[in-house]
Nanobody, 120 residues
Framework: VQLVESGGGLVQPGGSLRLSCAASGFTFSNYVMSWYRQAPGKERELVATISSAGGTTNYADSVKGRFTISRDNAKNTVYLQMNALKPEDTAAYYC??????????????WGQGTQVTVSS
């Protein structure tokens, strides 16, 4: 099983980035996919979630209206489009995969993370 994030980097406030998470080793279309982030000294927080078929999305209040989660089940990939970035969005971003049959709220699998830094 692998989740490989990419697309992070340094961006100025107000800018945009698109994160990708490529999955392999499991049946991607059976998994709810989420993006989390963790800033230094802070707990990991849930940013956005998308249902296994892609029909339902949810966002943290802090990113609502600025971030968009999407998925392509044919490519086994989930995306996070981040617009109007703020310095407080600076964090390591992780994707997580949770089986749609799971009773736990926690992902079964995690990626290694990609760093997003918003600074002028």
């Amino acid at each position: 099983v692998q989740l490989v994030e990419s697309g992070g980097g340094l961006v100025q406030p107000g800018g945009s980035l698109r994160l990708s998470c490529a999955a392999s080793g499991f049946t991607f279309s059976n998994y709810v996919m989420s993006w989390y982030r963790q800033a230094p000294g802070k707990e990991r927080e849930l940013v956005a979630t998308i249902s296994s078929a892609g029909g339902t999305t949810n966002y943290a209040d802090s990113v609502k209206g600025r971030f968009t989660i999407s998925r392509d089940n044919a490519k086994n990939t989930v995306y996070l489009q981040m617009n109007a970035l703020k310095p407080e969005d600076t964090a390591a971003y992780y994707c997580g995969a949770r089986s749609r049959f799971s009773v736990s709220a926690s992902p079964n699998y995690w990626g290694q993370g990609t760093q997003v830094t918003v600074s002028s």
